[in-house]
């Protein structure tokens, strides 16, 4: 019975897909969708109505913590910011947004929808960047943020467990009062939970200091689709190789097996050293040189080294001038790339006589153009804007579409040029502005072979996504790369799967699916299909 | 030609080494100053004064040298570098003993006395030499005493533009124009050289120390001197009694409805 449903609603789904892909056929059996013509709504899942609303209300302690427009708790507008994704280009038409207060309100709200049937899209911080946070059509929005206490710190251990719905600047500042870090930073930090993370395996700015969540995430609590509260925090063991290690499917699963209600994560000790310096540079292959350099200079306190292109730089700069920030001049010689260290050390004496030496080999050498070197807090702050504000600033000048490519680190810059030279030939995009498309900009992680494409476009249509798509994929299925480095699949990139796995791979994938939501309510219409 | 009087300006900047400003400050174990085992930095309103005498010399061309001066222990050693990386030309440092707290470092009169000594003593070595202008952070961060600069001003007899916003020298006249900013407005005024000029949060964004700059700087030679070396005593002459936090705040509760908040309300006595 419980099959049927879910069968049904895949096919539903998979009926959309149109055009097969059209190359390396035996490896990308998936085939193609544009994301501007999502799956249709499938009838297996239950129409809201407001005697729902009565019954979910009664599960909830709180008045507020039920929004809907099904019992005029709410206008359309009052759920707009549930219903949009961060890059405003998914709008979903969800009529209900569920904020539990307890673990046992995420069960009862879960049991419910599971027993009537009801799509469920599990909601952080939305800002997530593959449209998987909001729904496609009118799935129960179930947002976290009202599960938000720190649970507990242990400061030998610096074991720390903490709701999902727990914001990670929040929690990253209350660790710092102990000394401590969180092991994951990202741009999003001001907005994303700990819970979205998890469920997207986020990588960020400081992976290659402190690995991936699979590494640091000890424990999970997680409420499956028919309520059953799973309690995986376990003591917070480093070891234990007692059966499957069941937590890590639900890292990176992306809301579709299970909602993440509490976390148990391994923090470091806090760096009481940092330094950040930015350079400007010459080319790629000077990028590549500097990264050698940097990591036989710098050794075990490098914490970060992204890199940006003269695109994104600009861009950046333009977006702070226009925010009416003071123009504060940052280099003499201005580059075609650039790139950012951080050290994180425990001794300033010691990292400032590395990170020496690691400077006057770059000028030696000429390496690099120019570059600073950040001379207090502010100044460190102010430097790292330069990256972090790359997103932002793309979204501002108009309508991104967002790509996260995982490439040996050779061929990483060559993607953005390929980009560029597609985009030109079909007259989108014009060297000196004017096309649909006004920015192509490349930046990201090169310590962990990850890239970042951002082109930002008038606005998102088909026309332009089909130039794009699947075109970026197949170049980088040609480089063996991964089509989605950190971001994850969500709605935007499920369709294209196949180009970074094998069947094998994703019929096993379809098996995990099946066996935690035979109903296929959580999350529908994304990740596997 | 020999360049005339006013062509040569010498620009004194005195930098102090405080605690990094993005630093949550810490009342110190014994209750009489913070907790100084933190990140250190320049005085921001010290690196404005910085910035401002090197934008003032690619501006108008009529300062000859920019002197960066520090009064404090070793360590104040790295401010005098960040100062030479941002582009002063040479530095001074007067080394006093480790202060176990901002509390304890020299009294801002004795300061004053010792940034006198040292203009002093560049009248001594000749006219083009001798230091025409100071430009000076108006308060330091840490002890927030905001008084140096004028006490300064006051010793040596020369004129004093305070919490300036915007400086012009005029480099034919020597005439100096200070924008000033004042409660609700500002202030513009005029004098001749020399005078003491302090900076205020708008003056100028101060510049990151290139790396080819950090480079040089680490060459330069910071001369170092002992206050006995200038005849000057900074002996305390005030003792800290206690520092204390402000009172904590109560936080606040969330409520569910207005229902409730009036009744919270009604309860607090204030509706
Ligand atoms: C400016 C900016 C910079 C970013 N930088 C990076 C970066 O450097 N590296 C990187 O990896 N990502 C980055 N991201 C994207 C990143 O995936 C998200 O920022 C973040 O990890 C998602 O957290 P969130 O709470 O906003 O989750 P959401 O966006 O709300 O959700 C993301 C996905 O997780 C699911 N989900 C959320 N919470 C739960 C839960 N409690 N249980 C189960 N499922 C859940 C949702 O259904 C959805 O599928 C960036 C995003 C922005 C806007």
Partial sequence: MQRTSLALARRAIRSTRTTPAPILSTRHSTQIRFASALPPRSSAFAQLTESNITDLRALLSAPTSLMSTLDGSASEDDLRPFNDDWMNKYHGKGQVVVKPKTVEEVSKVMKYCWDKGIAVVPQGGNTGLVGGSTPIHDELILNLSNLNSIRSFDTVSGTLTVDAGAILETVDNELASHGHIFPLDLGAKGSCQIGGNVATNAGGLRLLRYGSLHGSVLGLEVVLPDGTIWDGLGGGLRKDNTGFDMKQLFIGSEGTIGIITGITILTPKRPSAMNVAVFSLPSYEAVQKVYTETKSHLGEILSAFEFFDKQAYDLVRRHQKEGGEADRKVFETEGEFYVLVETGGSKQEHDEEKLQGLLENLMENDLILDGVLAQDTTQYHSLWKLREL???????????????????????????????????????????????????????????????????????????????????????????????????????????????????????????????????????????? | ?????????????????????????????????????????????????????????????????????????????ETLRTALAMGADSAVHIVTPEAPSPSSNPEPVNVAAAIKAVIDRSKAAGADKAIDLVIMGKQAIDDDSGSTGGMLAGMLGWGQGTFASKLDVDKASGKVEVTREIDGGLSRIESKLPIVVTTDLRLSEPRYASLPNIMKAKKKKIESLKPEDLGIDLSPRMSVLSVSEPPKRVGGGKVENVDELVQKLKEGGIV
């Fill in chain 2, 1 to 77: 030609m020999i360049p005339s009087r006013v062509n040569l300006i010498n620009v004194l900047v005195p930098v102090k080494r405080a605690i990094d400003y993005a630093v949550k400050i810490r009342i110190a174990k014994d209750g009489k100053g913070v907790d100084t085992t933190v990140k250190h930095s320049m005085n921001p309103f010290d690196e404005i004064a910085v910035e401002e005498a090197i934008r003032l010399k690619e501006r108008t061309k009529a300062v000859t040298s920019i002197i960066a001066l520090s009064i404090g222990p070793a360590k104040s050693v």
């Fill in chain 1, 390 to 529: 790359i997103p932002e600033s793309a979204g501002k000048s108009g309508s991104v579409y967002k790509y996260d490519l995982s490439v040996p680190v050779p061929k990483m810059y060559s993607l953005v040029e390929k980009m560029r030279a597609r985009l030109s030939e079909s007259g989108l995009f014009k060297e000196e502005g004017g096309g649909r498309i006004r920015e192509i900009v490349g930046y990201g992680h090169i310590g962990d072979g990850n890239l970042h494409i951002n082109i930002c476009a008038d606005k998102y249509d088909a026309e332009i996504e089909k130039v794009i798509e699947p075109y970026v994929y197949e170049i980088v299925a040609a480089e063996r790369g991964s089509i989605s480095a950190e971001h994850g699949l969500g709605v935007m990139k499920a369709p294209y799967i196949g180009y970074s796995k094998d069947q094998t791979s994703i019929d096993l994938m379809r098996r995990v699916k099946q066996m935690f939501d035979p109903k296929g309510i959580l999350n529908p219409y994304k990740f596997i299909l």
